[in-house]
T-cell receptor, first 114, second 112 residues
Framework: EPEVTQTPSHQVTQMGQEVILRCVPI?????FYWYRQILGQKVEFLVS????????KSEIFDDQFSVERPDGSNFTLKIRSTKLEDSAMYFC????????????FGEGSRLTVL | GDSVTQMEGPVTLSEEAFLTINCTYT??????LFWYVQYPGEGLQLLLK?????DKGSNKGFEATYRKETTSFHLEKGSVQVSDSAVYFC???????????FGTGTKLQVIP
């Protein structure tokens, strides 16, 4: 069964360092998302991406964040200068159909900022 | 803004007990409603959905009815199993948008 895969599963980094989280969405999907969940809190929407551009983004998704689909298969989230409060589980998701809410999630990448 | 509120967990039940996990929503438009489930070590996966008032979503013995008058979408199952132990997320999406808004999740533990 097709699945969304994320790497790394866990990354530890120092405050101020750049981090790239990688995702391989399901191959025929067209809509891509990043969410995050700080421990014990809500799963928060960060950004959605379609047709090689951002379609929606939240207030959390400020200038330190960026997304890219560099090669037609990977979908990456870059955090330029990590802060302590960026420590969270980051989930990638993809969807084949617009407007259905039927998202397929990866297992998540846990980011720990020290 | 649009939001979803779920009952806090964890919820601990004995096998074959009846399950209810409450969910209410606030939305500026007319949302579709969802329940997602996350089993240990896995990503979230869609459990069921309802797109309009009075619709009932169902899957794997779970049900939820879209109640517009009470802005609720409570999850129910008549007889839970140990294998249902997971975290359950209520969610909404407004028509015309891509963003799915999630609640905090409710952890369910079913003991034999």
């Amino acid at each position: 069964e097709p699945e969304v895969t994320q790497t790394p599963s866990h990354q530890v980094t120092q405050m101020g360092q750049e981090v790239i989280l990688r995702c391989v969405p399901i191959s025929n999907h067209l809509y891509f998302y990043w969410y995050r969940q700080i421990l014990g809190q809500k799963v928060e929407f960060l950004v959605s991406f379609y047709n090689n551009e951002i379609s929606e983004k939240s207030e959390i998704f400020d200038d330190q964040f960026s997304v890219e689909r560099p090669d037609g298969s990977n979908f990456t989230l870059k955090i330029r200068s990590t802060k302590l409060e960026d420590s969270a589980m980051y989930f990638c998701a993809s969807s084949g159909l617009a407007g259905t809410g039927e998202l397929f999630f990866g297992e998540g990448s846990r980011l720990t900022v020290l | 803004g649009d939001s979803v509120t779920q009952m806090e967990g964890p919820v601990t039940l004995s096998e074959e007990a009846f399950l209810t996990i409450n969910c209410t929503y606030t939305a500026t438009g007319y949302p579709s409603l969802f329940w997602y489930v996350q089993y240990p070590g896995e990503g979230l996966q869609l459990l069921l959905k309802a797109t309009k008032a009075d619709d009932k979503g169902s899957n794997k013995g779970f049900e939820a009815t879209y109640r517009k008058e009470t802005t609720s979408f409570h999850l129910e199952k008549g007889s839970v199993q140990v294998s249902d132990s997971a975290v359950y997320f209520c969610a909404l999406m407004l028509w015309g948008y891509q963003k799915v808004t999630f609640g905090t999740g409710t952890k369910l533990q079913v003991i034999p």
